[in-house]
């Protein structure tokens, strides 16, 4: 069992920076892929990045590429996002999880964290 909380959401302006933390409790974070999703308002969730167990690997959805960067502390058992250059259609609620694959996929991931909500005014 895993739980998850989401920190670091905010307004902020275009162009700007925030960095997404989530906490995991249980010693088995590092045995998890993690995954960072949004879901902005009537509109479904979706993918932005994913990072291995060991942090050796990552996926980016296409718009976010050079903009974000995930990683994670196995130390710390904490996933980050870092989001710069922000764009007003970047404004979500955004989740973490975590599951066995890093993957892009929603079905993918077993646990999830409730959100944290991040808007970016224009």
């Known amino acids: 069992q895993v739980q998850l909380v989401e920190s670091g959401g905010g307004l902020v302006q275009a162009g700007g920076s925030l960095r997404l933390s989530c906490a995991a409790s249980?010693?088995?974070?590092?045995?998890?892929?993690m995954g960072w999703f949004r879901q902005a308002t009537g509109k479904e969730r979706e993918f932005v990045a994913a990072?291995?167990?060991?942090?050796?690997?990552?996926v980016y959805k296409d718009s976010v590429k050079g903009r974000f960067t995930i990683s994670r502390d196995n130390a710390k058992n904490t996933v980050y996002l870092q989001m710069n250059s922000l764009k007003p259609e970047d404004t979500a609620v955004y989740y973490c999880?975590?599951?066995?694959?890093?993957?892009?996929?929603?079905?993918?991931?077993?646990?999830w964290g409730q959100g944290t909500q991040v808007t970016v005014s224009s």
């Open positions: 999880a975590a599951g066995w694959i890093t993957g892009t996929g929603m079905g993918q991931y077993d646990y």
């Open positions: 249980g010693r088995t974070f590092s045995s998890y892929a």
């Open positions: 990072i291995s167990w060991s942090g050796g690997s990552t």
